[in-house]
């Protein structure tokens, strides 16, 4: 006669205890989440921190929107500027928060430098442009011809070009390699000998200041508008155009990603700007 042995079915997880050390607590979980939130916190100020020190004291990013350095800038250029070149002012520091006069560790601009600065009448807004005139120098533009402290500065033709205007259409302008003073080279633009600035008086640049112009010389509102742009005090630079880290033809918007291949001039990405360089696109 077999023994019938009764099974019994147990939950295993009846009369089995946790150790209280493993439970969390409510008071637990608010502890840890506080934790982590501030743990984010920290990461978030570090980082924000680090993009203010960088772009107050080394590199800060600008883009172009405007036709007046054509044919070196183009619109859509993406661009940094060295915040250490010229040495710093107020206007180095972002978000207007500095109040100081003068520059810290001062370093003179060279002639032919592309330099990004505060507008003098709005130093809200920010210009770019090369500087053609040094403190002391005189200035005036005849029939379309620069001179620099009484001489004809030399330029050369190079062709008819035509270029992407800012909103639509094209124009056509005869390119020229002018040489500054020193021997800076570099491009210009003149649709005409004939504009609006191409006849000018003869400016003399004040102490500490100095005279900026475009490259594109019969589109840009530069120095040569003193109610505008005038002579431009050192203390309003903010820094030196250094390298293009983008660029695009302005083809495809934010939304239509699958234009974005098309749109990106990657000729142009890591060229170098510096004093002269010329940057001209192939085939625009």
Known sequence: MEDKKTMTSEDPTKDQSVPESLVATPKEDDQNNKETIGETTRTILIAVFLALLVR?????PFNIPSTSMVPNLLVGDYLFI??????????????????????????????????????????RIDYIKRVIGLPGDTIQVINGR???????????????????????????????????????????????DEGPLDNTIKYKVPAGH??????????SRD??????????????????????????????????????????????????????????????
Not at 98 to 122: C, I, N, S, W, Y
Not at 167 to 183: D, Q, S
Not at 210 to 219: A, I, K, P, T
């Open 56 to 60: 107050t004291f080394l590199f800060e």
């Open 82 to 123: 060295s915040k250490y070149s010229y040495g710093y002012s107020r206007h180095s520091i972002p978000f207007g928060m500095a109040t100081f006069e003068g520059r810290f560790m001062p370093e003179q601009p060279e002639r032919g430098d592309v330099v990004v600065f505060k507008l003098p009448t709005d130093t």
């Open 146 to 192: 620069l001179y620099i402290n009484d001489e004809l500065v030399d330029r050369k033709a190079v062709g008819m070009m035509e270029y992407k205007k800012e909103i639509a259409g094209t124009a056509k302008a005869m390119e020229y390699i002018e040489t500054l003073p020193g021997g800076v080279k570099h491009t210009i633009y003149e649709e005409s």
């Open 210 to 219: 100095f005279f900026m112009m475009g490259d594109n010389r019969d589109n």
């Open 223 to 284: 120095s040569r508008v003193l109610d505008l742009v005038g002579y431009v005090p050192f203390d309003n630079f903010e820094g030196r155009a250094e390298v293009l880290f983008f660029s695009t033809n302005g083809s495809a918007n934010l939304f239509e990603f699958w234009k974005w291949p098309w749109a990106v001039r990657y000729s142009r990405i890591f060229s170098r700007i510096g004093n002269g360089t010329t940057l001209k696109e192939s085939g625009r």
